[in-house]
């Protein structure tokens, strides 16, 4: 059996559809993978376009940046 729970944003989108795939080849016709990340921890790209459609939904209050701990370091 393949195990979702060892998939981690390191292991990427493609990796992840391609066990499910081999595992359950003769009866998955199309797989879906989400990955969630936190509002935080996105790129400032990403960051400034979610701001916006969330102040379009007037739901930008929803949002919480990084904590200060949170922020890995490299």
Avoid: W
């Amino acid at each position: 059996m393949f195990d979702m729970t060892t998939c981690h944003a390191g292991l990427s989108r493609s990796d992840a559809v391609y066990g499910i795939h081999n595992q359950f080849d003769e009866s998955v016709v199309i797989a879906r993978v989400f990955l969630t990340v936190p509002y935080g921890e996105l790129p400032n790209a990403n960051q400034e376009f979610v701001k916006k459609l969330a102040e379009s939904a007037d739901v930008e209050s929803e949002l919480k940046p990084a904590k200060k701990n949170d922020i890995k370091q490299t």
